[in-house]
Every structure is written in C-alpha cells, then in structure tokens.
C-alpha cells in the first residue's frame, strides 16, 4: 500500500561530488576557536566549563550548512533549548568529541557526551527519520585528516517522561547521504552510498538506513551497486505520478566515463530492482564525461545524460561530438527529454530544440574551426565558430555574435537571412550555447 508523501532529496545532506584521492587539509586548533555570538551561548560555555572543564577546544564542521561548533536547537519541539556541541580535549586532541546538552533557566544540563568517529566533524544535520516529533542527530566525521575518509553517525534522540535521551545508534563509512521515502510508505529513510576500494567484489553498495518508532536503528537494505564503479558523484530521488520512488547514484567507472544506476522497490519481489528494463542498464546510461542526473526541464522529475553518436550531421566529419539525449524514465525505458549537441573538438555544448530533430543537421568545417546547421539540402541557417583571442576582430566576421570568451578562445555566431526566415534567433543560440568545463574527457 502507498500512501502519499513528499520525497525529500536532503541537498544539505548530498555531500557533492566524492573528494578523489587524499585530500589532507589540517587547520590549526585556534581558526576553529571563536568568542560566543551571544549571550545564551556564553551561558552554555560556562556550563561546559563547569560540566566537562576548561582543558577543550571547540571544533566546527567544516562542510554543510551549520558551521558553529555549537548548534542550538530544540532537538525535541518541547520549547526547550538543546546545543550540541563539537570540541576536543586538550590533552587528547586527536578525537573530536560531541556533545548534546539541554537548557535549565540561565544553566545547561549534560543530556549525553560521546566519543566521535573521527578527528575532524565535517556535517551536522537534524532529520526526524522515524517521524516520532524528535530529531535524529547526523553527524559525519573525516578521518585521519583525510576527507575522503568519511563516517556518518546517526544519534537518536528520544523523549520519554519530558526527559530528553541521546543515544549513539550506528556508525557506517560512506561516501555520499541523501534522506528520502525509499519504500514509498511514508517513512524515510537514509541512503547511504560507499565505495569501498579495499574490496575486489560488492565493493560498492547503496544501504537504507531506517529508525524504528522506539528508536531502533537498522540497515533495512543493502543493495550492492555495479562493481565497475571507482568514484560515487551524485544521490539523488524522484517519484513519478503513479510510481515508485527512484534512487539515482551517478558513479564514475573510469577517470572519463560515468555511469546512473537506477533503483526502486519491487513489492512483489520484495527487492530493489533496476527501473529500467535491461539487462545492461547501467550500460546505457554509460557516457564520456562527469555529467551528472538531473532535473533538466524542471518538471520534478529527473533526466539521466544518454550519449549517442550524433546522426544529425551531413557531409561532414562530427566523430569528436555526440549527442546528449536527456532521459527520463517511462514505463522502464528511457525517453529523451532534451537533446543537446557536444562538440569535443571544441568544447562546447549546444541545446538543440527538440522541433529540430531531422529538419537541422551539422555541417562541420573543422580546419576553419566552425561548424553549418543547414537543412536537408545544406542551406546554411547558422554557424558555430571559435578562433584564438588575438584573431577575434569583429569587422573580419560579418555579422558574428560572440557567444563566449573561454580562456584563449572566442566562440561566436552568425544567423544567415534564410536562418532568420526560419526563426534562428541569435539571442535564443546565446542561451543554447556552453562552454564544457572539465567535463569531457
Ligand atoms: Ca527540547
Ligand atoms: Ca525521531
Ligand atoms: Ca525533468
């Protein structure tokens, strides 16, 4: 039975594009030190002076939202305050520390103080995940300095008799987090994506975490993602009318290519399986560049970047370029959404209207850097071109339109009047037109 809801898609939690490699960033104990904000807060530090002693050093976060080493919050909606707060004993600094106290008058009281998971906080998050009115506490930690070495933490908060409890639930490596609705029944859930590169097969997996109406923490599933996998990118969720929430983890299976791995709750198979219906799915969504899913029409649902050889050219050589067929999935397959043109060659991107498949073909002129749209019978409608910086002289290209300047490179564009009489606008190409970024390989 589904009942509705709204998928949550915690950006805040979507940690971004996995750090690559070692990435060892050491800051020094007194950046992280700052004089309190306010007067609730230098109340609360004398607290903590009091209940854990003076020998600390406070700590902040350094990703997500919530920078403050101390976070205040009313974890349990009861119009009391709480702070957690993130420190390191002087005398052991090595160990971020986190604790969760709760406001008595002017004084706090010590709810729970924990050992942490690592010597660096990188996120604080508040998500109720078993909906019960008090907020879990998600914390993700580095470790060894190392912010490819990540950890989530998930501390439940629960309230029995007005007196608050924190408990430390689960610890679990990862790479990328999102929250969503997973099972499509209401109740959410954590996604938690890990890469693990010390393991020949499973290495990657995609777990669910969920939390029990009394506070019981368990990985409800794992799903093990395809093993070609060497870098996660991206989580994101969607639900279609009528369907089942989907889970897109966007991977990098080599420096170059990019894969989607797309998956929804079966119930009659009582599984997760693949939302679309291949068996080599993942091999359809495989591309030469870092794109990732998205929303591209902005209708709510996602679009997955399909790479195909590009058939809209004429009399030409466009083997350094492609098309990009932006992909939603309907009934299991994948319907292209959007198109767009790239030209490897010279690195850029064309939005190409989806009312000029088959009637607007490319024509490229490589040696003179510039690629023709014509039509059927090669009526040139316009042109693409990119020069160096010191070739660019408006008065040598007659009517151009510069698009962009990319580094050493001007990209610019000419309408031709038989273009014009077909409606090309140059206005409309200026927003068609992008520079690729590090995107392709
Ligand atoms: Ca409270
Ligand atoms: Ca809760
Ligand atoms: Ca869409």
Known sequence: MKKAF????????????????????????????RPPHTAMEAELQKSISALIGDEISYRSPESGEDHSAITIRDINRDGVNEAVVFYVKNDDASTVRMCVLTQSGKDWLLVSDFTG??????TVNFEDLNDDNDEEILVTWFIFNDKSQKKLSIYAADTQNNSLKVSSCISEPYNLMAVTDAYGDGEKQLLVAYSNITKEIDKNTLKLIGV??????????????????INLTSISTDLPPGGNPRLYVDAHV??????????EWNEEQRNFVSSINDTNAADLTLRSSNLICKDIDKDGIIEIPIQKPLSESINSDTSLAYLLEWCEIKDSDLVPQEYHIVNMLENYTLYFPKEWKNKIFVKSDNSARTWHFVDAEENVFFSISACMFEEWDESNFDNAQMLMIQGETVYFCTVTDVGAENGIVIADLMNYFTVNINSQG
């Open 6 to 33: 709204a998928v949550i898609i915690a950006s805040a939690l979507a940690l971004g594009v996995m750090l690559s490699g070692c990435s060892v960033e050491i800051r020094s104990i007194d950046s992280l030190m």
């Open 254 to 263: 080599s420096d170059k290519s990019s894969i989607t791995q797309v998956i």
């Open 117 to 122: 998971n690592g010597n660096g906080v990188l």
């Open 212 to 229: 029990s109406k009394d506070n019981e923490i368990s990985i409800l599933n794992e799903i093990i993602l395809d093993n070609r996998i």
